[in-house]
Structures are given as structure tokens and as C-alpha cells.
């Protein structure tokens, strides 16, 4: 019940980082977040330290599924965890408004070259 009410009350903020940010600075807040979330001893995104310190990210109503989900789409290697890199690409992939600006602007760029 928890993962319906977060999810139903989620904003999607990625877009308006973006614009007022840039790409540059909209990658240092996602870094920023990342050194928020991380495992301080070990360097990457763990389930504790994911569970410990999501609610610094407004994301407290989120349940151990929830969380494991979270980890599990963005783990690329395997190694259980996500390192900087996978949560960067995890935080776009969650953004819809940002896969479908990119998947427009690849588009015209094939278009364009072909």
C-alpha cells in the first residue's frame, strides 16, 4: 500500500532540473543525490544505505520491494548495488519526460545524418 501512495504521489522534477540547471548541472545534483544515498565505507548505493537514507530524498513511504526494485532495475553489473553511474542512468530512466525529450532529439539527429 505504501508503493500505490508513493506512487501515485510522485512529481517527476528531472525535466525542470534540467532547464534551470543545464546538463552539467543538472549531472552534479544527480551526483550530489548519489553521495547522499551511497554507503559512505563502500563507495556505491546499498539496500541498507539505500533504506537508511532515502527519506532525505522524500522517499520514506517506500517499501523493502520498493527499494529492492529500485536496485535491481539500475544494477547493470550485477554486484547488488548501484555505483554512481547506474543511478545516473536509473534516474533517467525513471524520468519519462526526459527518455522521451532524448528519444525525440535521437530521432531528429538520425534524421538529420540520414
Not at 508503493?3 to 543545464?22: C, I, N, V, W, Y
Not at 537514507?53 to 550485477?78: H, I, P, R, T, V
Amino acid at each position: 500500500m505504501a508503493s500505490q501512495r508513493a506512487e501515485s504521489s510522485f512529481h517527476d522534477f528531472l525535466p525542470t532540473m534540467a532547464d534551470k540547471l543545464g546538463g552539467e548541472g543538472l549531472i552534479g545534483e544527480l551526483c550530489n543525490g548519489f553521495n547522499l544515498l551511497m554507503d559512505g565505507d563502500k563507495g556505491v548505493i546499498t539496500f541498507d544505505s539505500l533504506k537508511k537514507n532515502s527519506a532525505l530524498l522524500g522517499l520514506q513511504d517506500l517499501s523493502d520491494d520498493d527499494l529492492c526494485s529500485m536496485l535491481k532495475e539500475g544494477d547493470f553489473d550485477g554486484d547488488g548495488a548501484l555505483n554512481q553511474m547506474e543511478f545516473c542512468v536509473l534516474m533517467f530512466r525513471l524520468s519519462p519526460e526526459l527518455m522521451e525529450e532524448s528519444e525525440f532529439l535521437l530521432e531528429e539527429a538520425l534524421r538529420k545524418e540520414f
